[in-house]
């Protein structure tokens, strides 16, 4: 039986190089002059083309490019003269065996030299029809079932095809589009239907059969997709495919998997459920925004924007490689970043989005409204400026700021090394961290913080690293040399200086009375560097219960600026006081008490007699 029909468009010419017939078992006695062609109802005479086989089962009609270069409507059938049927090995007849009919129609551009054409196929008004357009004329209508095949050929001048049938009415065979000379384009339309769509370098499927090619192309430069209100499955895996919302938006269940090609989108509404990018590129047009309960899922290839990224509340981004390229990213949603490189000259993150990162490299800086978590191990990096005004929590991950951080909110290391050029702390903000906890600071750290209850750093070390003058912000009230005094006080486990480095402490909220308290004091130096350290009239505290402050003797020290260097035995107020873990729970975890709460630092030492 015969099974399948396949006219196959010429690669330079107009119409068909071939048509091939495929049977399900070998058969004999199959002969060109038993086979008739007509174009339009009238009989094409046979002109030198040749009927090959190597099994018996498939056949190819040669030489096909003059006898179907004019348009029209073609139809092959099996018409046998003389003695001999076409049989199969049981050597039953083709009367028996089935040998239908095979329709094809090829369409032309160009009624004038280099014409720019565009060719749309559409379904009809009737149940099951199909029309065919030339430059807004109708030029075919057919039942989709009676037409194998439809060949069009743009030839010159920059050309456009239209496809707008849905799975159920495109030809069995498919559709050959060549573009010819000139820029030329193809619209595929989505439907109301779920519509099934892979787009490769040269051709279209439709349906779940990957072999099954609906379209294929030549000599076009873009495929661009037009949305439709169905839920889609739409793959891209080479080619150049533009992705166009029109005045509709994608079905809330449709997806997208990118893994190579060039894929480009208007700035509209993407409204996708799932996309998936493994490789090639995603670029958008200017700004776009990913709608509610959308996923993103990138893990090589490139999204590029040269606009704005907005994940609306419910969205998702989840990249573990790849490159994103951004001017601004608003998360009201998630963004997961776990390998590749997110580039951003701002990440906004809203009070109800969420930045987790934990691999890979932020080459930007952020605003922190929401939440952010690292972790995964290693260092992360932020390359630009950076600010938080909501809850940053580190998880066995070391941080590293290079380019300045003002923080206004929550900042919990758990444990990391944190490093910093430039740290800011403003009234609102606090830091977290205990045991394995470390600060670097190359730069100043000035705190204007008034969260006491909130702050805790007294089992943390804090490093100033590099050699010259560094600035420190204290906000602490100088209780006296009580250990009590250490408690509640921004007072920290370890204050270290580097070799060669200088510290000069200012007043962080301009109230009188100010200290800072410190477990151990770390000189590179030796005690020759205290020298280095302008008090700018403040006392500091030590721990002369610290073996690793048995330098000091115990003593009290003159410092420039006008204040001392004094010992406290709070060996067993800091052993007893507040874990970090209590102190965030306290303060919901990394969660932020409102803004709105005003601390008022003590003016009187409590604990004078």
């Known amino acids: 039986m015969l099974e399948s029909a396949t006219a196959s468009g010429a690669s330079t010419a107009v119409g068909a190089g071939e048509i091939r017939l495929d049977f399900s078992e070998a058969v004999s006695w199959l002969r060109l002059d038993d086979l008739v062609l007509k174009r339009n109802g009238q009989v094409v005479s046979w002109d030198g ?25 073609y139809e092959l059938s099996y018409e046998p003269s003389g003695d001999f049927q076409v049989e199969d090995v049981a050597g039953n007849t083709a009367g028996s065996i089935g040998f239908p009919t095979f329709r094809f129609i090829v369409v032309k551009g160009d009624a004038s030299a280099n014409q720019s054409d565009t060719v749309r196929v559409a379904p009809g008004s009737g149940a099951n029809e199909v029309q065919v357009f030339l430059n807004g004329t109708q030029i075919h209508a057919f039942t989709a079932s009676d037409v194998g095949q439809v ?31 000139g820029a030329n384009w193809i619209e595929v339309y989505g439907t109301s239907d779920d519509d099934i769509m892979a787009f490769g370098i040269d051709h279209i499927t439709s349906g779940a059969d990957e072999d099954a090619r609906t379209l294929e192309f030549v000599n076009v430069n873009t495929v661009t997709l037009i949305s439709s209100s169905g839920s889609d ?67 090589d290839g490139t999204f590029y924007i040269p606009g704005n990224l907005t994940l609306l509340s419910g969205a998702s981004f989840s990249q573990s490689g790849g490159n994103v390229s951004v001017t601004t990213l608003y998360a009201d949603g998630s963004y997961s970043l776990t390998g590749g490189v997110l580039g951003v000259q701002s990440l906004e993150i809203s009070s109800g989005g969420s930045l987790s990162f934990w691999g890979g490299d932020l080459a930007g800086g952020f605003n922190n409204n929401g939440s952010i978590s690292v972790g995964g191990g290693g260092t992360r990096s932020v390359s630009n400026y950076s600010v938080n005004y909501g809850t940053i929590k580190t998880y066995d991950t070391n941080f590293d700021f290079q380019n300045g951080f003002d923080n206004y909110g929550s900042y919990y290391s758990d444990p990391a090394d944190n490093f910093f050029t430039n740290l800011t702390i403003g009234s609102s903000g606090y830091l977290l961290g205990g045991v394995g906890d470390r600060f670097f600071v190359s730069g100043n750290l000035i705190s204007h913080s008034t969260r006491k209850r909130h702050w805790n750093t007294i089992r943390a070390e ?7 003058e560094h600035v420190m912000g204290i906000t602490g009230v100088d209780r006296g040399d009580k250990g009590a005094a250490y408690i509640k006080n921004f007072a920290w486990g370890v204050l270290g200086l580097a070799s060669g480095a200088g510290l000069s402490l200012v007043d962080g909220d301009d109230v009188a009375g100010g200290a800072l308290y410190v477990d151990r004091l770390v000189l590179a130096d030796g005690i020759g560097q205290l020298a280095a350290i302008d008090s700018g009239g403040f006392n500091i505290y030590y721990n002369a219960d610290a073996a690793e402050n048995a330098y000091l003797s115990g003593l009290s020290y003159q410092l420039t600026g006008g204040g001392w260097l004094r010992p406290s035995y709070a060996g067993a107020a800091i052993a007893g006081a507040e874990d970090v873990t209590e102190t965030a729970a306290m303060s919901g975890a990394a969660g932020m008490p409102p803004r709105e709460e005003v601390l008022d630092k003590e003016t009187v030492d409590p604990l004078a007699g």
């Open 49 to 73: 083309q040749g009927l090959e086989t190597e099994d018996g089962i498939q056949f190819r009609i040669t030489n096909l490019e003059e006898l179907t270069g004019t348009a029209g409507d």
């Open 151 to 181: 060949i069009v050929d743009g030839l010159g001048g920059n050309d456009t095809f239209i496809d707008e049938l849905p799975s159920g009415l495109k030809p069995s065979a498919g559709i050959f589009y060549r573009g010819g000379s």
């Open 233 to 299: 499955d739409i793959t891209v895996s080479d080619g150049v495919v533009v992705l166009q919302n029109g005045q509709n938006l994608w079905g809330a269940g449709s997806s997208l998997t990118v893994s190579g090609g060039i894929v480009y989108t208007d700035g509209g509404l993407v409204n996708f459920g799932q996309v998936t990018q493994t490789g090639g590129s995603v670029s958008v047009d200017n700004s776009i925004e990913l709608n509610t309960n959308i996923t993103y899922s990138l893990s």
């Open 462 to 468: 804090l490093h100033f690293v590099g050699a010259g």
